[in-house]
């Protein structure tokens, strides 16, 4: 038997449901990113690492690209999930933005889309993301990525669905 864990790190909420679905489907350990170090991942062979998009960078991922070295010989799975829409230049973007070409080699990534809600932003992302509405206010041709964003402001929404993750437990099935 594969030893999995599931590390998560989430700041409104959503990575932390699609994290418990894995973790309920596959039966691995869940594990809060903030509160976990390289030592705990040791004993693990499977380590999949899930975290919200902020400023295009996944929430935390340092724990596993930082300690990329350590964790050779274990099959790694890393998501990301944003407000944005997935599509296949966003997945390029993202990807390349987190995983050098080598990590990208090693390592399974999944784009999944998550949900925003202002409300339960910390004061400082709720300034950076006030400054994101004015930008988009202005914008002469909006596209409707951007009304959607807009209309988020106002109303919570999410996008979050089960069936988002199956790819993930078919890539931990596959090994
Ligand atoms: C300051 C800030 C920056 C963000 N940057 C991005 C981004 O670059 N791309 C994206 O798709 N979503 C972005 N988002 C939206 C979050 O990724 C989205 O709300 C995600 O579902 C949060 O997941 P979490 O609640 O598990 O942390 C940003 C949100 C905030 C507050």
Redesign the pocket.
């Known amino acids: 038997m594969k030893k999995i864990a599931v590390v998560y ?8 449901k699609y994290a418990n679905w894995i973790s309920k489907t596959i039966g691995g350990d869940l594990l809060h990113g903030k509160e976990t170090k390289i030592e705990d991942l040791l004993g693990y062979d499977v380590i999949i690492y899930g ?6 960078g996944v ?1 935390g991922l340092k724990l596993i690209t930082g300690n990329y070295e350590k964790l050779k010989g274990k099959k790694l799975i890393v998501f990301g ?4 829409p997935v599509r296949p230049e966003i997945y390029e973007e993202v990807k390349n933005r987190n995983l050098t070409k080598e990590q990208q080699e090693r390592i399974a990534f999944f784009l999944l889309r ?4 202002n409300s339960k ?1 910390t004061f400082v ?1 709720k300034i ?2 006030q400054g994101m509405k004015i930008y988009l206010k202005r914008k002469k041709e909006p596209t409707d990525d951007d009304r959607d964003m807009l209309n988020a402001y106002a109303r919570p929404v999410d996008y979050t669905d089960k069936k988002y993750i199956e790819p993930i437990i078919n890539e931990v099935i596959n090994i």
Do not use: P
Not at 114 to 117: A, E, M, V, Y
């Open positions: 790190r989430s700041k409104s909420g959503f990575t932390t975290g919200g998009i902020y400023a295009g929430n999930l944003g407000a944005s998550g949900g925003f809600d932003l992302d950076l993301m």
